[in-house]
């Protein structure tokens, strides 16, 4: 076998040939476009129904949105990209499946909970280093009337929130993968394993996720050799205020002080004092639309270099935490650099 | 740029360093082992609940034995693996987070429907030949229990079947992917698009993703230059018996006629007659167990030398069929072949 490695570590890959992020397009609900974040979204709606009659078919039609500008922005045709891997909250990912369906492109469902950009990012640049592609969509979506009737209550019973609750993001992200140009590219690539400690409360995700987060950071570390200052931001996925303190302090325990470096997608999509989000947002399109609105626009002004991007999922179901499960976690991470 | 360029057509990548299935293991619930392929499966429980207390859990115990013992046939530990690809028919597929969470491998969550046996054969295959990963594995299940009350009606509401109607297959299978030995290899994977032809009966599922099927298989024929007799066996999914004889009807208009070389798992697993299980089998576990039961057995004696597996997957949920959404479908085609 002449097979080249290009595992460097128990749980990276590097990139040798790194698949550029040639366009991204960020599409918000009115809460999130009230946010800090909000001059860098593409696409700010003024109705979160998008006109449809019901929540999901909104979720769905976002996603659509999503993955048309981003297309039309890299001066594509759907019939030039070889894959779409996308992925979402809701059951049976109904939100990525529709919107599949209006393009003709091959397609790759995944479920990672609100990992699910850096998985689809993680598989799209996978799949491109690899020389199986020429360009490759990745996109994720959530919403936060369809997840708080899926996974908690009917918007309708005004249930009180806790403290350490978030507030599912709505909005969608997508991206396009390419192999040519002066843009933000993929390097390594460290794929994050199922932790559990333990953690019940499904209102409290943050804690529940944030082993997870820790162990992928604590391997990218170790299989790169990379330490938090080789960074310019280390973004988690969506473990809101009080997910990201305790990543922090999980983080000393190995050696690693990454608070300079450390921002959560999450905590910062909303001013959560001021718009009532509790500990902060979440759901798949939250790191979604922080990385292809906020992130990436500050990476192609070189306002920023290097980022290691580590969405955060959750992976209990209603039916699960119904019959005493706990809450496992999984975080994946993507290092995006611009030279 | 000098990436050499792996994709041969609109769908289709040829694996050059093609990986090979050193190990699998199919676990199956009593119908399954009451019927016609009894003697291919590795294990045949008596009591589909396995010990547990919810259909959900015994599910997932189901993933991890099939994990578990395709890497001890394979003679490997779970550090040796690289990457875990698997899907469930679940919401938030727990079946495999929850037996993902036993082993402590790189995950990558998956949502194919019951496509989803070829889709994580298809990226596993992807990331072997890339030079990603020594060794992948590659899983799925399902339960007639679980999925009965998750998508149609509680066992105990006893309720009538039509005759197009398919049953839910209990089992898992798992494999692994290696680079040496004299094994069955993948040498082609054909990514299946969203297809939607307007079907809205969640009881006829076979006719939903038989045009899934044809597409799928009509590109994967074009984009090889390969005909139906360049096979032993074209096994589609779980499309079943009506959702086959479209499927025939189907590739008839394209110029191909199959009939010789299709069977598809979901008609076979069961006497449909005797087990009273109507158009045949479905599930994501359905074309899993008898590909790594069946086919992978066969193709190791050298009865069968060339194999196109074509799972094919119905990619709605309750939702989207309660707001009187279509039933879109895919499939993925995986060929597989021992010299």
């Known amino acids: ?20 992020i040639i366009s991204t397009y960020s599409i918000v609900g009115p809460k999130e476009g009230q946010g800090p974040l909000s001059s860098y979204f593409d696409q700010i709606l003024n109705d979160d129904t998008c006109g449809k009659e019901s929540f999901e078919k909104a979720e769905s039609q976002m996603m659509f949105t999503a993955i048309s500008e981003t297309l039309k922005k890299a001066k594509l045709k759907e019939k030039d990209i070889d894959y779409l891997f996308s992925g979402d909250l809701l059951n049976q990912i109904i939100s990525s499946t529709f919107a599949a369906r ?65 507030w599912t993001v709505t909005g969608s992200g997508a991206l396009v993968l390419g192999h040519e140009g002066k843009y933000p590219q993929v390097t390594y690539v460290t794929t994050g394993k199922v932790k559990d400690f333990g953690q019940k409360d499904a209102n409290n995700m943050g804690a529940a996720m944030a082993p997870a987060a820790v162990d992928t950071i604590v391997s990218h570390f170790k ?65 979604a639309v922080v990385f292809t609105g906020y992130l990436y626009k500050k990476l192609m002004k070189k306002e920023i270099r290097k980022v290691l991007l580590v969405s955060t999922g959750a992976l209990m179901s209603t039916t699960s935490s119904l019959q005493g499960e706990t809450i496992p976690g999984i975080a994946h991470a993507v290092a995006i650099e611009m030279n």
Do not use: W
């Open 1 to 20: 076998m002449t097979i080249k490695k290009k595992k460097i570590g128990g749980q990276t890959v590097k990139l040798e040939n790194p698949p550029k």
């Open 102 to 166: 209006e393009f003709s492109i091959p397609f790759f469902g995944l479920y990672g909970a609100c990992s699910t950009m850096s998985e689809s990012l993680s598989l799209a640049s996978i799949i491109m280093d690899g020389g199986f592609a020429d360009y490759v969509v990745a996109a994720t979506s959530s919403h936060f009337s369809s997840a708080e009737r899926q996974f908690r209550f009917p918007l309708e019973y005004g249930s009180q929130r806790a403290q350490t609750s978030q």
């Open 223 to 287: 299989d790169t050799g990379r330490k938090p200052s080789d960074y310019d931001i280390i973004a988690t996925g969506d473990l809101g205020k009080i997910g990201r303190e305790l990543t922090d302090k999980l983080m000393d325990e190995y050696g690693y002080n990454i608070r300079q470096q450390h921002i959560d997608c999450g905590e910062i999509i909303f001013d959560n004092e001021k718009q009532n989000t509790k500990a902060g947002g979440s759901g798949c399109g939250c790191s």
